[in-house]
């Protein structure tokens, strides 16, 4: 061990170096952005995501009914458009975290070491990386429960899963869709049927492209499991469980899993409509590393991020919000 360049020991550890950076503006796009872009709905392209904005942007949506008049040798309008805006606007948040050099370091040699030996990332990088995929889970959640400091998400203002929450929330004007029970494998197709029902009931809805059913996993696993057991539990094909239902659709219409979403929720809109906004790729997003270890006689390093989020509606009554909130 005493030949071990990589020796766990508390010496190897303080060796570690740090060094204060600032990576500001572009050069916080490796970092920042694998914070904002890594949760499951923004990175499978489950919305429409806009970036480069600084503080607000305006969506607008043409809306054109019966445009199709009599022929006359003369112009007239059928004044049949309309234009439509949602107002998306960003909320500043930052990460402010503290890591030990210490307790990090047996993990960043773990993950990092080839059969060589060697060690590819730098310690630095590893810090960031790893906060900005915590960062990531939690921006997840925010963006469909909403909370502090985030604000207004898709299904909820505050975090809770309630009818106030949905009446604050951005699918507000979403048709809404009572589910008497909580969701359950016993119960999930007829729920599934409730939603479509209400989607074919608005004009062109699941003629949008892109047009699906959003759940999170434990209402998909609900899902799959009623598949597997439809039949007089004989499934697809005869099958059961013993099946993959790896891209499986409802009526060929695909289901999107968000982790981030409540459970006893499915929502049925198109991914356009769902509207993602940062500020990436402006001079406002940065990402720090600043060695405190180096000023206060602790072991500690301090990560800190800085960017901009949002989410909207592009087409407010779009769509069907369906939930056990609901009176």
Not at 187 to 195: N, Q, W
Request: hydrophobic fraction near 40%.
């Amino acid at each position: 061990m005493a030949n071990n360049k990589y020796n766990l020991s508390k010496d190897y550890q303080f060796d570690i170096t740090v060094t204060d950076n600032t990576y500001a503006g572009k050069l916080a796009l490796p970092y920042v952005t694998a914070a904002v872009k890594s949760p499951d709905t923004i990175a499978k392209g489950y919305v429409r995501q806009i970036d480069g904005l600084n503080s607000k942007a305006v969506i607008s949506n043409l809306g054109v009914s019966d445009p199709v008049v009599a022929a006359a040798c003369a112009f007239s309008s059928g004044n049949d458009t309309s234009l439509t805006e949602q107002v998306l606007t960003l909320t500043d948040m930052k990460v402010n975290e503290e890591i030990c050099r210490g307790t990090i370091f047996p993990t960043w040699i773990g993950e990092n070491m080839d059969r060589n030996g060697n060690l590819p990332g730098t310690f630095e990088d590893f810090l960031l990386s790893a906060v900005a995929g915590k960062a990531g889970a939690h921006i997840e959640n925010m963006i469909w429960k909403g909370s502090s400091p985030f604000g207004t998400g898709f299904l909820s203002n505050d975090g809770t899963q309630d009818e106030a929450g949905a009446d604050a929330s951005q699918l507000k004007d979403f048709t809404e869709v009572d589910f008497a029970n909580a969701l359950a494998a016993t119960d999930i197709l007829t729920d599934m049927a409730s939603v479509y029902d209400a989607a074919v009931g608005i004009a062109g809805l699941t003629s949008k492209p892109g047009f699906g059913f959003y759940m999170n996993a434990k209402t998909y696993a609900f899902l799959i499991q009623a598949l597997a057991n439809a039949g007089s539990n004989q499934g697809i094909n005869s099958l059961g469980v013993a099946q993959s239902f790896e891209g499986i659709t409802y009526f060929g219409f695909p289901i999107y899993v968000c982790p981030g979403m409540f459970n006893d929720v499915i929502v049925a809109t198109y991914k356009e409509n769902l509207v993602f906004g940062t500020n990436l790729a402006t001079d406002w997003t940065e990402a720090r590393v600043i060695p405190t270890y180096q000023f206060d006689g602790s072991d500690n390093v301090r990560i800190v991020m800085n960017f901009a989020l949002g989410v909207q509606v592009a087409v407010a009554a779009d769509g069907v919000y369906g939930s056990t909130v609901w009176t």
